[in-house]
Nanobody, 119 residues
Framework: QVQVVESEGGFVQAGGSLRLPCVASGRTSSIHTTGWFRQAPGAEREFVADITWSGQFTHNADSVKGRFTISRDNAKGTVYLQMSGLKLEDTDVYYC????????????WGKGTQVTVSS
């Protein structure tokens, strides 16, 4: 089993930056990819970014390209989502998730953390 936990999100002004850590524990050697998703009330959960265990491959949603960067520190079992140039529409609950195979669904999910961008 794998557990993933997002740290506390936060409030930030538009144009500002925020870094979200996601810490994995348990059988972390089974993780192939870790991803970040976000969801607004009443909306579908949206993919934000993901990164393979090696860190060699990353993917970003078009809506965050050039603004968000995903990275990982395997020694700390942590994946980071660095968010810059934040916009009001980035306000969401952000979820960290992990999966064991490249083409499988995400199996392990965190409880989510609120990020609020204000004007």
């Amino acid at each position: 089993q794998v557990q993933v936990v997002e740290s506390e999100g936060g409030f930030v002004q538009a144009g500002g930056s925020l870094r979200l850590p996601c810490v994995a524990s348990g059988r972390t050697s089974s993780i192939h990819t870790t991803g970040w998703f976000r969801q607004a009330p009443g909306a579908e959960r949206e993919f934000v970014a993901d990164i393979t265990w090696s860190g060699q491959f990353t993917h970003n949603a078009d809506s965050v390209k050039g603004r968000f960067t995903i990275s990982r520190d395997n020694a700390k079992g942590t994946v980071y989502l660095q968010m810059s140039g934040l916009k009001l529409e980035d306000t969401d609950v952000y979820y960290c998730a992990a999966k064991e195979y490249r083409y499988s669904a995400y199996k392990y999910w965190g409880k989510g953390t609120q990020v609020t961008v204000s004007s």
